[in-house]
């Protein structure tokens, strides 16, 4: 028997809800840090991180970062 439409629509709303996080701001700042490093993916470029001008503020601040953070040279200790 095929399922009801309704608990498909549910299905649907909690996927679709799941990679928002408790502090939503710091999801997108990490998924914009991890889009840079790592490249997109669904969970780091979801459409959720960018239904508010803040969240997507946060998903470009943090994407500049791990962009940064791909062009700085490790951190080496000193020769000895």
Same mark, same amino acid.
Not at 31 to 51: K, R, V
Not at 53 to 68: F, I, L, M, V, Y
């Given at each position: 028997?095929p399922? %009801?439409? *309704?608990?498909?629509? =549910?299905?649907?709303?909690?996927? #679709?809800?799941?990679?928002? #996080?408790?502090?939503?701001?710091? @999801? !997108? @700042?990490? #998924? +914009? @840090?991890?889009?840079?490093?790592? +490249?997109?993916?669904?969970?780091?470029? %979801?459409?959720a *991180?960018?239904?508010?001008?803040?969240?997507?503020? =946060?998903? =470009?601040? +943090?994407?500049?970062? +791990?962009?940064? !953070?791909?062009? =700085?040279?490790?951190?080496?200790?000193?020769? #000895?």
């Amino acid at each position: 028997m095929p399922a %009801h439409p *309704i608990d498909r629509i =549910e299905k649907l709303v909690r996927r #679709a809800a799941a990679p928002v #996080a408790a502090d939503p701001m710091q @999801y !997108a @700042y990490e #998924a +914009g @840090y991890d889009a840079a490093i790592n +490249g997109a993916s669904a969970s780091n470029c %979801h459409y959720a *991180i960018f239904c508010s001008p803040d969240r997507t503020r =946060e998903w =470009e601040r +943090g994407n500049a970062a +791990g962009k940064r !953070a791909q062009k =700085e040279p490790p951190c080496l200790p000193p020769a #000895a």
